[in-house]
């Protein structure tokens, strides 16, 4: 899921029982009610609202819009701003990057009144409540500190930081502060997920035993920071599957993998030739508890006859087998195109959930203003994230080393 300046090329449940449910607070006086039947109604609603199509009840009282700041007005900016503009919830005050002009393009192009060339200058500038976060992956953590101390909400791109412990000092400071912090990526929000989730709890599949999910392409050409420390193909790519398949089977317990530099140097857009320095090739194994085990294979070095268009991609990228069943996703899981199952009692694969439901994969940072508006809670959670995050630098830990690495954190499960 990777997109060039200006290019509109794709990057790329229900409960086993019933999980803990938040008590109603303030900041989330909904949080008893089912997310996932809020999420749909938001994402058609959005969806609708955003072609023209309709009204909200009690339209005559404008929903409340939260004031958004926009920081890294790159590549994916180009993805983010298309959906933050259109949302009824959202009003884009400010924009910025320390390639100012980048941030005075974005600003007259999406009609955004004010912009900024540092964090600082935008902090200091006009007042808002939430920042988004599309900036270098390397950049988030020290960024995401930055606006929670300054008493800002924030939806930040993927990784939220680049290491558990820095992510949880993060929440820590968030919850300290009553503020929400969120990270991309949404895969767990799309109605295949949920439908792939519904099959597991169901027990359709019999006794789980094992998964694989992949994702590659040939590699993002504009920016070095995709191949520098911080980088690689674990938190830009494997991360969307080791979502999935952490959502789906539950949290990972112990972690193995083997890493790899497949190229090592490439020429970029921002630097010319630069020298590869994190994995662009990962092979990660993970147990998920109860013998449950899954596979995650992902890299730059990958042929890909579709390129990034995921509406093209239409191999299973994740695939899930049982005693009496096997389930694949049909397509990426940040843009999946429909599920195809085959049981014991109904052996022909058959295709289920080709509608989207208005599931797109740049709508998380929507999802959290509506939620900051409304209340209305999302599936995405920071746990989950910082579980993710801590697997990529358990994976990492363990080609080094060689060995076996129990994880510490957990999440909520199932995700429903
Ligand atoms: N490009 C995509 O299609 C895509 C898709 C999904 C997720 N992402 C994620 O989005 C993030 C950004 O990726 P991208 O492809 O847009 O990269 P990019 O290089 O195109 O854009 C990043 C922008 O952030 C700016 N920036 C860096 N440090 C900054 C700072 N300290 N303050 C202000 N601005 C700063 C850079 O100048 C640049 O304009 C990454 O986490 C990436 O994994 C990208």
């Known amino acids: ?39 749909k109604t938001t994402l058609l609603a959005g969806a609708a609202l955003a072609s023209g199509s309709l009204s909200l009840p009690g339209a005559e009282t404008p929903a409340k819009r939260i004031r958004t700041g926009l920081i890294g007005c790159g590549s994916v900016s180009n ?19 320390i390639k100012p002009e980048r941030a005075r393009r974005q600003a007259e ?13 935008m902090l200091a500038g006009e007042p808002f409540d939430f920042l988004v976060d599309t900036t270098d992956m390397q950049e988030h953590e020290k960024i995401n500190r930055r606006a929670l101390e300054a008493g800002k909400h924030v939806w930040s791109e993927k990784p939220i930081a680049n290491t558990l412990a820095a992510g949880q000092e993060l929440l820590r400071v968030a ?89 090592p140097e490439r020429t970029v857009g921002d630097k010319g030739r630069i020298q590869v320095t994190e994995e662009d090739n990962a092979m990660v194994l993970l147990d998920h508890g109860n013998g449950v085990l899954s596979h995650v294979q992902s890299g730059f070095n990958y042929f890909n006859p579709n390129g990034h268009e995921g509406r093209n991609e239409t191999r ?3 695939s899930i087998v049982g005693s009496s069943g096997f389930m694949g996703m049909v397509g990426y899981d940040w843009e999946p195109l429909g599920v195809d199952l085959a049981t014991k009692d109904s052996p022909r694969l058959e295709r289920h959930v080709t509608n989207p439901e208005g599931y797109v994969w740049q709508q998380g940072a929507n999802l959290a203003a509506e939620c900051l508006a409304t209340g209305k809670e999302l599936l995405v959670t920071p746990e989950h994230a910082l579980h993710v995050l801590e697997i990529i630098t358990a994976a990492r830990e363990s080609s080094a080393a060689g060995k076996r690495i129990a994880l510490t954190s957990t999440f909520r499960w199932p995700v429903v």
């Not at 790329?12 to 949080?31: K, Q, R, V, W, Y």
């Not at 192009?109 to 200058?121: E, G, K, N």
């Not at 597991?200 to 694989?212: F, N, Q």
Request: hydrophobic fraction near 40%.
């Open 1 to 39: 899921m990777t997109c060039e300046m200006n290019s509109t090329r794709l990057p790329a449940d229900i409960s086993l029982n019933e999980g803990p449910i938040d008590p109603p607070t303030p900041m989330n006086p909904f949080a008893s009610t089912d997310r996932r039947g809020f999420t």
């Open 79 to 97: 993805q983010y701003l298309p959906q933050l503009t259109q949302s009824p919830f959202v009003e884009v005050v400010s924009l910025c990057d």
């Open 109 to 121: 192009r999406f009609h955004v009144a004010h912009h900024y060339p540092d964090i600082q200058a």
């Open 175 to 263: 919850n300290r502060n009553k503020l929400r912090l969120w990270g991309a990526p949404i895969t767990v929000q799309s109605p295949q997920f949920a439908f792939m989730a519904r099959q597991l709890a169901a027990g359709k599949l019999g006794r789980v035993a094992a998964a694989h999910a992949n994702y590659g392409h040939e590699g993002p050409d504009w920016s070095a920071f995709f191949y520098e420390k911080g980088g690689g193909s674990l938190p830009d790519l494997a991360v969307y599957n080791i979502t999935s398949l952490s959502g789906l089977l539950g949290p990972v317990k112990n972690v193995m993998a083997m890493l790899s530099i497949v190229t």
């Open 316 to 318: 299973h990228t994740i």
